[in-house]
Nanobody, 119 residues
Framework: QVKLSESGGGSVQAGGSLRLSCAAS????????MGWFRRRPGKEREKVVVLSWSGAAPDYADSVKGRFTISKDTTKNMIYLQMSNLKPEDTAVYYCAARSLVRADFHYWGQGTQVTVSS
């Protein structure tokens, strides 16, 4: 059974930083596409960044390029999202997600972690 567990959310002032973590079990982060998504208040869920198993460059949303960085620790089977220069519009519930190589959609999701950025 696949389980993704996020942690590291919280409240921060604009310009601050946070690091989100996602612990994966039941799948291997090196053999799955991994991603971070978010749902901002009143908006649809959107992609933040997708990291392909192939080692290709991460695919970041334009709104976070240069500020957010995805990484993974294969020894711990975890992925991370380092968020810097946070803005109030980054306030959202952030979700870790995964998809197997035979699927086009992300079909494994974590429970989400709240990030609140105050001005």
């Amino acid at each position: 059974q696949v389980k993704l567990s996020e942690s590291g959310g919280g409240s921060v002032q604009a310009g601050g930083s946070l690091r989100l973590s996602c612990a994966a079990s039941g799948l291997t982060v090196t053999q799955s596409d991994m991603g971070w998504f978010r749902r901002r208040p009143g908006k649809e869920r959107e992609k933040v960044v997708v990291l392909s198993w192939s080692g290709a460059a991460p695919d970041y949303a334009d709104s976070v390029k240069g500020r957010f960085t995805i990484s993974k620790d294969t020894t711990k089977n975890m992925i991370y999202l380092q968020m810097s220069n946070l803005k109030p519009e980054d306030t959202a519930v952030y979700y870790c997600a995964a998809r197997s190589l035979v699927r086009a959609d992300f079909h494994y999701w974590g429970q989400g972690t709240q990030v609140t950025v105050s001005s």
